[in-house]
């Protein structure tokens, strides 16, 4: 079988699957929607529904595993409410406790750091009130992908996240692609690189 793989700027709104399962989310846009997908497509580990950018699409559940470990980096832009201090980069940087299903767990240490606002992504899908005060930019790249764990992390570090925009997974660049926009790519068998 030829396994097809695809890459996907997720618009903000969207779940990160193809079929809704829940009663109670009955008129959630889903990816199916973006585009003429194989019936085996599946999407390699997941973007929360008020998240949005990079995600990776295939039809091949071994080339999904290699992405999900932790051999394979992914980064975010991360907009977080108020001016950001040091200490917490710091406390970010070294893994922070973040609540999950099955109890507590501390994040694995992480690349972070400040960084303009990237203007080229596109506007917000709610434009930030400036009443609401000052908000920090971060760039931070992880090897683990936890239920929602940067809105946790930098929750626990006492700072909101307002947008979260994953933009490299590995090799692969989110690049200026436009939100819900859709390419296909051609990742060899048996590569080690994303």
């Given at each position: ?141 992880l090897t683990e ?13 006492g700072y909101d ?26 990742i060899r068998q ?5």
């Open positions: 079988m030829d396994h097809r793989h695809y890459k996907i700027h997720k618009p903000y709104g969207y779940l990160s699957q193809f079929i809704n399962n829940q009663d109670r989310r009955r008129n959630k846009k889903l990816l199916g929607e973006l585009g003429n997908f194989p019936p085996e497509t599946m999407a390699i580990g997941r973007l929360d529904e008020k998240s949005e950018g990079l995600l990776l699409l295939t039809t091949d559940g071994t080339v999904s595993e290699h992405i999900r470990s932790k051999s394979i980096e992914k980064e975010y832009y991360v907009q977080v409410s108020g001016t950001i201090t040091d200490e917490a980069i710091t406390a970010l940087r070294a893994g922070t406790e973040i609540a999950q299903s099955s109890g507590t767990y501390t994040t694995l240490p992480c690349s972070v750091h400040h960084m303009a606002e990237p203007t080229y992504l596109g506007p917000p899908h709610r434009k930030r009130s400036e009443s609401h005060g000052p908000a920090s930019w971060l760039s931070i790249t992908g936890k239920y929602r764990q940067i809105r946790k992390m930098t929750a626990a570090v996240t307002v947008r979260l925009i994953r933009i490299r997974i590995g090799d692969v660049l989110l690049g200026t692609m436009k939100s819900g926009e859709v390419e296909e790519l051609l048996g590569s080690e690189r994303v």
